[in-house]
């Protein structure tokens, strides 16, 4: 008799960390880092001078841990596309936490977008002094970056509701490997055309 | 021997088309808004009625608004019709991808200068 295996556990039987252990993983990570920038960095440098640098760290910091976040779900994605997934627990928690970070992000942009489209913004500097980059570039941005939560929601809900059956049905983690990779694509678009608006003329 | 029954996919069709429709309901819209200035301010009053500071944000804060309840009704909608099916996933995946190459034109501004002869 075969012995049965879920997608928890591996074809040795190694067996994932649960998922408390991951999110204490990433505790102590995010209060190692925090430890490295507060030691590194003024927090006042850190922020800048603007009125909206408090949200705009926020925004920016969301946006840099949805990509990281992302980019590691998308790995897990692939692992689940080719039947080789050994991590499935990382990948629900993942999942989760990209769907709360995609909302986020999208919540307190539309806080910066105020100050952007604000007369004397950023949006009035593209316009009068470089049209072409804001109307190609920059519109664009502000509409792709509503892309990957409604996505990174649906991913999520099936990822959690069909779990070991995901493994075994081909089609489905086909179409969520593919709804991933569009997801994850336009999280990366808008994501360095955000930074080159950052670089270029900052709310 | 542990047996699992196996849900049907129509639950995970309706979650991913849906988030396909709300997505490409946005673009729809903002090839409306780019079309018409009268649609474009009544995009602006949808916001208004429940995004804090929607004036600020324009137009844009409707578009959000549209989506959000297209996507939203959209699965509802597909959840019930499709929660307890069996669906071949070949022709909805494909509505997906389409749908969101659509989309994605949609607002692109060059696109729709094309689309809209401007």
Redesign the interface.
């Known amino acids: 008799m075969s012995k049965e295996t879920g997608p928890d556990e591996d074809r040795n039987g190694s067996i994932d960390p649960p998922a408390p252990s991951t999110l204490v993983v990433w505790g102590l990570a995010t209060i190692f880092l925090l430890i490295v920038i507060g030691l590194t960095a003024p927090f006042s440098v850190f922020l800048a001078e603007s009125s909206l640098a408090t949200i705009s760290a926020a925004h920016g910091t969301l946006a840099t841990l949805g990509v990281i976040v992302g980019t590691i779900s998308g790995y897990l994605v692939w692992r689940l596309f080719v039947g080789k997934i050994k991590a499935f627990t990382d990948l629900k928690v993942l999942s989760l936490i990209s769907a709360i970070i995609a909302g986020l992000t999208v919540i307190i942009g539309n806080m910066i977008y105020i100050a952007y489209r604000a007369p004397g913004g950023p949006r009035a500097f593209f316009v009068q002094n470089n049209p072409a980059v804001h109307e190609i570039f920059f519109e664009f941005k502000e509409f792709i970056a509503l892309f990957p939560f409604p996505i990174a929601v649906a991913t999520t809900y099936i990822i959690w509701a069909y779990k070991e059956q995901l493994t075994q049905d081909r089609g489905l983690r086909s179409w969520l490997g593919i709804a991933i990779a569009i997801a994850w694509g336009a999280l990366m678009i808008a994501y360095l055309l955000g930074a080159a608006i950052t670089k270029l003329r900052s709310v | ?2 047996e ?1 029954i ?2 049907p ?1 129509g ?2 069709v309706a ?2 088309l ?2 396909m429709i ?2 490409l309901i ?2 729809a819209i ?1 090839v409306g808004t780019e079309a018409s200035s009268s649609f474009s301010t009544s995009m602006l009053e949808v916001g208004k009625v429940w ?1 804090p ?1 929607a004036q ?3 137009p ?2 409707g ?2 608004t549209i ?1 959000v309840v297209g ?1 939203l009704l959209s699965w509802v909608a597909l959840h019930l019709a499709l929660r307890r099916k069996d669906v071949n ?2 022709t ?2 494909a509505m ?2 389409i749908g ?1 190459v659509l ?2 034109l949609f ?4 696109f729709i200068d094309l689309l809209l002869g401007k």
Do not use: D, H
Not at chain 2, 107 to 110: A, D, G, H, I
């Open positions: 021997m542990v699992t196996r849900k996919n639950p995970a979650a991913l849906s988030a709300g997505i946005l673009g903002n995004i500071n600020g944000i324009g844009y804060s578009k959000e989506m996507w996933l070949k909805p995946t997906f991808v969101l989309a994605t607002v692109y501004t060059p």
